[in-house]
Each structure stands twice: as structure tokens, then as C-alpha cells.
């Protein structure tokens, strides 16, 4: 089974720039999230999607970060413009489904590591 | 109150020794368990899930204490390739739907020494 996959692996850039990032999730994952991991803390959960719905989007700094997921497949997250603080690595996260009970474990892509100069 | 707390560390234990993480959790909603293991730039992998009778899977034990609000991981007999970071994950129901999210504590560094 393919697992995750991103794309880029690194990417750096100057702050006011934009940048994208690219998910496929695990085929017949109906959740698809996006994490932004800065050093030496947990991932944080910034959107999440049910197809290509909008399940959860709380943390996500809307004035800066944009995600979609139009098919329900794969999904980009956009920065523009960036931070000094977005300095991270963002790791998506694929599931089979998100319902409270079905105990459904989440798989990670490799993340791409984001540095801003 | 954070939604997910864990103990960073570091936990500095020599080789073969018994070491025990717990992690509390702010939700009594909450249905699902998970410990995952990270190792230095590379993304969280699944170790195991917490189940509500506890579970077990060689050398690691998970357990679930629902009436205090945290889950444990014990590691025996330590290797030197158990040196990482270890993230419980629980999830959270988003409102009133039948949705939740998964929140990940922050982490607890192992290192397993010679």
C-alpha cells in the first residue's frame, strides 16, 4: 500500500514570499489533515478535511494559510505571505475516517521542511 | 488547561531498564488513544493504540485510566533503538457532530544509553 505522500521535502524562502504545498493522501482515506511541527513541540493540528469538507480549520491562521481539497483526493496548503514564525515542518496526515468511535489511526507523510530567511 | 500534556523529558535510562511515560488528556469525550513514535527529522509513526482493557505488543505496554484522564506507554527490557521521541494523540470531538480531531501532546524525549 502507497503511503502519503508530499511534496516538496524542503523548501526555503524569503519572508513576504508565498508557498505551496502538495498531499496525497493514502488511497480510500476520507481524512486528509494538515499538521505544522516547529521544533521540539508536537504537531499542531491546522485544517482538517472529510472528503472535501472542512471539518476543522481552528488554528489556521486564515489571514495567511489557505487549504483546499476540491476532489477529495489530494490537497495543497498555501502560505502567503510568509512569517519568520512559519519556520516549521508541515506534515500531512491521512485517515480512513474521523468519527469519534471508529479509532482510526492516522499516517504520515515524510512533511516538508519549511525555512524562512 | 492544554487539551493533551506529556512530560518533555529528556528520560535518560541505560539499556535493558524499565521506563514508563504517561500522558493526561483534558476531554472526557474523548474515545481514541494513540502513542506514536518520532525519530529525528522524520515524521510520527504509529506505535500502538490504547485500548480501554490495555494492550500489549512485545516489549511495549499501553494502558488507558479513564477516570483520571491519561494513558500510559511502558517500554521493558530497553534497546538502543528505542531512542526517540514518543507523542500520545487523542482525539477530541469537534462540537456536537460525531466528528473529532486528533490532538498530539508535545512529546517525551528518549534516550537509551550504552
Known amino acids: 500500500e502507497a503511503g502519503v505522500a508530499q511534496s516538496p521535502r524542503y523548501k526555503i524562502i524569503e519572508k513576504r514570499q508565498s508557498v505551496a504545498f502538495w498531499c496525497n493522501p493514502i488511497s480510500g482515506h476520507a481524512t486528509l489533515y494538515w499538521y505544522q511541527q516547529i521544533l521540539g513541540q508536537g504537531p499542531k493540528l491546522l485544517i482538517q478535511?472529510?472528503?472535501?469538507?472542512?471539518?476543522?480549520d481552528s488554528q489556521l491562521p486564515k489571514d495567511r494559510f489557505s487549504a483546499e481539497r476540491l476532489k477529495g483526493v489530494d490537497s495543497t496548503l498555501k502560505i502567503q505571505p510568509a512569517k519568520l514564525e512559519d519556520s516549521a515542518v508541515y506534515l500531512c496526515a491521512s485517515s480512513l475516517d474521523d468519527q469519534v468511535y471508529s479509532n482510526q489511526p492516522q499516517h504520515f507523510g515524510d512533511g516538508t521542511r519549511l525555512s524562512i530567511l | 488547561r492544554k487539551e493533551v500534556e506529556q512530560d518533555p523529558g529528556p528520560f535518560n535510562v541505560p539499556e535493558g531498564a524499565t521506563v514508563a511515560f504517561n500522558c493526561t488528556y483534558s476531554n472526557s469525550a474523548s474515545q481514541s488513544f494513540f502513542w506514536y513514535r518520532q525519530d529525528c527529522r522524520k515524521e510520527p509513526k504509529l506505535l500502538m493504540s490504547v485500548y480501554s482493557s490495555g494492550n500489549e505488543d512485545g516489549r511495549f505496554t499501553a494502558q488507558l485510566n479513564r477516570a483520571s484522564q491519561y494513558i500510559s506507554l511502558l517500554i521493558r527490557d530497553s534497546k538502543l533503538s528505542d531512542s526517540a521521541t514518543y507523542l500520545c494523540?487523542?482525539?477530541?470531538?469537534?462540537?456536537?457532530?460525531?466528528?473529532?480531531?486528533?490532538?498530539f501532546g508535545s512529546g517525551t524525549r528518549l534516550s537509551i544509553r550504552p
Open positions: 494523540a487523542v482525539n477530541i470531538p469537534i462540537g456536537y457532530s460525531s466528528a473529532s480531531k486528533i490532538i
Open positions: 478535511f472529510q472528503n472535501n469538507g472542512v471539518v476543522d
